[in-house]
């Protein structure tokens, strides 16, 4: 992104998402062209008018940028139309609305379901209805998946989405599942393959009591468990007001102090 159009030397930052794995991430290494081409402008001819330049982002694309996050993966999707029926009983509304929707999976990678978020096309925040997020299909036990697969050594598991994602800004080689809601964190079911279970719930009663429920069946499964927890009400909002490095510094620590105790 030029600073100016006018400027005679601008600063330029290049930002890349990629096959190679780059997601939005900042290119400073550049080679230079034996024959380089160049371009002439004509200021004495005019065509069609432009109206601008800019990168094209989807508005589930937007929402989470908004909300600081920086980690995606193949299992988000983005509809402009998704239908979804407003209010209830013989007064509810057959509607079409835009929505970033999240593959829900078994441990087989089976698709057990969609999560889906609604949006607001001009805020590019959550849509102005009664609960904008919801879920098809069978979440019990399943999750919104993020990372190369198969599962290495270690998972996070988490609750809500936009949570799970945080940490996966702040850990961006971490493997990743969203179960959604406190009450699905008590309820999934880790893969056999992992050794080390991460439960990263929210700072409340309700992500306390599902990170006891969810450590009771895993450690008695034979998995060793630790538990991350945001330093505010969820680890979405440590994102957005201490930064990703202030939360990428909590995280590590509180890892590496419960692996050497």
């Excluded at 550049?30 to 004509?42: G, R, W, Y």
């Excluded at 193949?74 to 509810?92: C, Q």
């Excluded at 290495?152 to 609750?159: K, N, R, S, V």
């Amino acid at each position: 992104m030029a600073t100016s159009c006018t400027d005679e030397s601008p600063e330029i930052t290049v930002y890349e998402t990629s096959e190679s794995g780059n997601k939005l991430t900042q290119v400073t290494d550049f080679k230079a062209l034996e024959n380089p081409t160049s371009i002439t402008l004509d200021t004495s001819k005019e065509f069609q008018t432009i109206s601008g330049f800019g990168g094209a982002f989807t508005e589930s694309s937007a929402y989470l940028l908004n909300r600081g996050i920086k980690r995606f993966g193949s299992s988000l999707r983005y509809h402009p139309t998704v239908f979804v029926r407003i209010g209830s009983g013989e007064n509810a509304e057959l509607e079409k609305h835009p929505a970033l929707l999240g593959k829900i999976t078994n441990n087989e990678g089976i698709i057990t379901g969609v999560a889906r978020t609604f949006l607001n096309p001009v805020t590019k925040k959550l849509a102005e209805m009664e609960n904008p997020k919801r879920v098809l299909g069978q979440l019990h036990g399943n999750a919104i998946r993020f990372g190369s697969g198969p599962y290495p050594e270690d998972l996070i598991a988490g609750e809500g989405l936009e949570n799970v994602l945080s940490v996966g800004t702040a850990l961006p080689k971490s493997d990743l599942a969203s179960c959604l809601t406190a009450n699905h964190l008590g309820m999934f079911i880790p893969p056999q393959s992992i050794l080390r279970l991460w439960i990263a719930r929210d700072n409340d009663k309700a992500g306390e009591a599902a990170s006891d429920r969810l450590r009771e069946r895993a450690e008695k499964a034979g998995l060793w468990v630790g538990d991350l927890v945001p330093k505010l009400e969820d680890f979405n909002k440590d994102l957005q007001e201490h930064g990703v490095d202030r939360l990428h510094a909590h995280l590590e620590n509180s890892m590496k102090e419960q692996l050497a105790g």
